[in-house]
């Protein structure tokens, strides 16, 4: 340290000076400059060159990219004129007040390649009840043969079918349309022709009818069964975090996962909603199918998940009331025979209360949630598929007692 030095002058008089201290010059900070350099140029080429696979992959757009998507404020982006008209539609049709009816009916919509081996099964489950129900079926192959007076007439004009197509939604639509216009049908019910009623009459109507939800299956998949299968030809309307896939799973059914059609029950909002849109449809028509774009899409398995997901997600109850087995995992779920069908295989189905999903990829993450109607616990299904026609008599012997439980 430098001590002033004093200095005495002739007067006598004594004066400090203090010291000039000089200060080292001073380094500019090169390592910050070429650090801000190169966050720059990385900037710029993500900016310019985005991933091929994810178009709108741009740093900061997507959580694919960066991490930092959800520090900045999200933006709008403007809606297309289809795009828009559709929303106004949409929000039209939910916000349509309800309707009392002196009588409320379920419509019960079968689809079947023909003749339906379990009509004696359903007649009994129908009669005592006219009135409450209305029946329409549509056979894609050949004009069944009815062994019930319920059926007799209700035969909807077809059209071929064929599995993955978008024919499935064809004909779904087909058959919304034919209900539709009975304006008692205030919920919709899509069944197949290997499908049983698992529970008597009057306890599936006022299950159905008690609620104002859809039970449409809905869930996220980011495995090759599940979002693998989206493709960015879907933009703008549909964006990969809004694609979403129709699967069910029994308790057995954790290390597995396969293609699951979806098998819905549905509000009369929402039937109207599946008619009037065209937007949506026509993505899933061009874009989702099998061998496009290298992929194999299912528009029955997935159009509907995805629709509702991105309209009216708290409108659906995420499961559906018809249960399916997966556990042999396999492409096509378990089928019972004659000798599987007993009081106790029912039972079990009827008492499940928890709906499962497990995702396509190596994690295989399970998700177990319960099945809530109206906020409380209750049994998750109504029906069940898929029968062999053989089973038909054991059914109809158990039916009195199963449809009990």
């Not at 874009?287 to 997935?302: I, L, S």
């Not at 629709?307 to 087995?325: E, K, Q």
């Amino acid at each position: 340290m430098k001590i002033p030095q004093a200095w005495q002058f002739r007067n006598g008089n004594v004066q400090i000076i203090p010291v000039q201290f000089r200060r080292p010059r001073s380094r500019r900070p090169h390592w910050i400059i070429i650090l801000i350099c190169l966050v720059c140029v990385s900037l710029i080429g993500a900016y310019v060159y985005p991933p091929r696979r994810y178009s709108a992959c741009y740093f900061f757009a997507s959580s694919i990219c960066s991490p930092l998507k959800d520090l900045l404020p999200p933006t709008a982006r403007v809606l297309t004129d289809d795009e828009f008209a559709s929303n106004v539609l949409i929000k039209n049709i939910l916000s349509m007040p309800s309707v009392e009816l002196k009588n409320s009916k379920i419509a019960f919509m079968f689809l079947t390649p023909g003749s339906l081996p379990f009509e004696r099964l359903w007649e009994k489950f129908f009669l005592g009840h006219e009135g409450r129900f209305s029946i329409y079926v549509h056979a894609s192959r050949e004009k069944p043969v009815h062994v019930s007076p319920l059926f007799d007439g209700r035969d909807i004009q077809s059209s071929k079918v064929v599995w993955g197509k978008i024919s499935m939604v064809d004909a779904e639509k087909r058959l919304l349309a034919n209900a539709i216009q009975d304006p008692e049908n205030q919920h919709f019910v899509l069944l197949s022709d290997s499908c049983v009623p698992l529970h008597n009459f009057d306890y599936v109507f006022n299950y159905l009818m008690g609620t104002n939800v859809s039970f449409i299956d809905s869930f996220w998949d980011p495995g090759p069964h599940g979002n693998a299968r989206y493709t960015e030809h879907m933009l703008p309307e549909i964006e990969e975090d809004d694609f979403r896939k129709g699967s069910q799973a029994s308790i057995s059914f954790f290390f597995n996962s396969q293609a699951s059609q979806i098998w819905f029950s549905m509000t009369r909002r929402h039937a109207l909603i599946v008619l009037a849109d065209n937007l949506y449809y026509t993505k899933f028509k061009l874009y989702c199918k099998p061998g496009f774009d290298g992929r194999n899409c299912y528009a029955d398995e997935h159009y509907l998940p995805t629709l509702f997901n991105m309209v009216d997600p708290i409108g659906m109850a995420n499961w559906s009331v018809t249960h399916v087995d997966w556990s042999e995992g396999k492409w096509h779920p378990k089928a019972y025979r004659a000798q599987d069908v007993t009081y106790e295989l029912l039972k079990n189905i009827t008492s499940i209360d928890e709906n499962y999903h497990i995702t396509s990829d190596e994690k295989k993450v399970a998700t177990q949630k319960p099945c809530l109607w109206n906020g409380m616990k209750r049994p998750c299904y109504l029906f069940a598929r898929k029968f062999y026609p053989e089973a038909l008599d054991n059914l109809i012997h158990l039916f009195s007692n199963y449809t009990v439980i």
